[in-house]
């Protein structure tokens, strides 16, 4: 995922440019967003891997058939399918604080794809820290989300209890506190509790670790902070150090490497991870061979393959990255290639590199395209609705520019482009 890049509109320029890079994180900005690397841990990571053969340092349900085949349903996205096969083992498992937090995972994924939180331009292009955005989950979706949470707690808890040498425990106790702070961090903005239970998530972590240190699953979380400790500024890193929390860039790195490696239950989510901090640290080439690595292994992943084009697009090519933005559709349009696909997310951030290369038209026209998706979020489709007001304004094309200004200030619904929308229709968008 996309979190460390400018949160700010870009700038069109009136004359062509070689390529489409967003630019670097804004100096205010990014200390905030570090800090909240670790709490949402499973939100840049979007999935986790299927078990892998092994005997030791993980709980033996991870390893079981049925966990196998219902993760190949929630990579490919089928959300729904993949809910009854993980209720399915929760019921045969009751007292495992897995087979919970596989629920609650399914179930917070699913909420977050529909509110088109997993599409990583929201990070890229507005300031995810102080949106107005609202995101109008379900009453009984966040209920169920706290209960499963409460219940994989509690379960791990009494496990805790009986033998607190038990690292299956730790680790799950820890799974289900970083999947909630994800949680409430990307739909409520809750950065405060979602800080505690990101910072609980880390020592569960690493109390697995002291009792198991092959426990390869619980070096993800460790790693996470580790990196984004050490990229926070000076000041702030002395005065998280004073509580015993420290950071070192490569060694977060080097962790989530021998997770990717050796983890049982997140080895795909530390490579995602993987791909994000190099990509923050400007090492292109790097975060691109990690994530066309994914992508290569789950081909009909909707998101890794739409990922693939987003990083390119930061790595500054254009050219490429539209090729691969058209690559998705074209798949896209092949029946059931894709289970689900959201489409104005490609749309989206195939107007956006098109509206880096000057290609104004073609980025209108894709910026219309993604709100007139039928499942497109209120808020991405007002979104796309203002930038193609921009892009009709710098066209000439004023009235077209009213039109959109208006729908994307129109009332109800979200209203985070509603100020912006309302400047443009006193005057014209000029791309400065």
């Known amino acids: 995922m996309r979190l460390y890049n400018n949160c700010k ?106 509110q088109d939180l997993l599409d990583t331009t929201y990070y890229a292009h507005d ?8 995101v109008p989950v379900p009453q009984a979706t966040r209920d169920r989300i706290e209960q499963l949470t409460n219940s994989a707690v509690n379960l791990a808890d009494r496990q805790i209890k009986n033998n607190p040498n038990d690292a299956n425990a730790y680790f799950a106790r820890g799974y289900a506190r970083g999947m909630h702070a994800a949680f409430i961090t990307l739909a409520d903005h809750s950065f405060v509790g979602a800080a505690r239970q990101g910072l609980s998530s880390r020592q569960d972590s690493e109390q697995a670790l002291r009792i198991d240190p092959d426990y390869a699953d619980a070096k993800m979380a460790v790693g996470i902070q580790q990196f984004a400790v050490a990229s926070l500024p000076r000041l702030l890193r002395i005065m998280i150090g004073i509580t015993g929390v420290t950071g070192n860039k490569e060694k977060g790195l080097d962790l989530l490497r021998q997770c990717a490696a050796k983890g049982i239950v997140n080895p795909i989510e530390c490579r995602t991870a993987l791909s994000l901090f190099l990509r923050h640290d400007g090492r292109y080439p790097e975060a691109l061979a990690v994530q066309r690595g994914l992508a290569q292994q789950f081909p009909h992943d909707y998101l890794f393959r739409l990922e693939e084009a987003n990083l390119t697009k930061d790595k500054g090519d254009g050219p490429a990255a539209i090729a691969t933005y058209q690559r998705v559709l074209d798949d896209a349009r092949k029946p059931g290639f894709f289970i689900d696909p959201r489409l104005q997310m490609t749309y989206f951030g195939l107007a956006d590199t098109q509206r880096g290369q000057n290609q104004i038209a073609q980025a209108a026209q894709n910026y219309l395209n993604a709100a007139a998706q039928p499942k497109c979020s209120d808020w991405l489709k007002r979104r796309a609705q203002l930038n193609a007001g921009q892009m009709f304004d710098l066209l000439h094309q004023r009235d077209k520019a009213i039109q959109q200004y208006k729908e994307a200030s129109s009332g109800g619904g979200d209203q985070s482009q509603a100020d912006a929308a309302r400047k443009y229709l006193n005057s014209p968008y000029t791309g400065t």
């Open 9 to 114: 509109e870009p700038t069109v320029h009136t004359a062509p440019t070689a390529h489409s890079r967003m630019p670097a994180s804004h100096p205010r900005e990014w200390p905030l967003l570090c800090s909240v690397v670790l709490i949402a841990a499973s939100f840049f990571a979007i999935f986790p891997a299927h078990a892998q053969p092994s005997s030791v340092h993980t709980d033996p349900i991870n390893l079981s058939p049925e966990v196998r085949e219902a993760h190949v349903l929630f990579y490919n996205l089928d959300y729904d399918n993949a809910l009854s096969h993980f209720e399915a083992i929760q019921r045969a498992h009751p007292d495992n604080p897995m087979a919970t937090n596989y629920i609650l995972m399914t179930l917070i994924f699913r909420e977050l794809y529909h």
């Open 127 to 134: 300031s995810f820290l102080s949106s107005k955005r609202d």
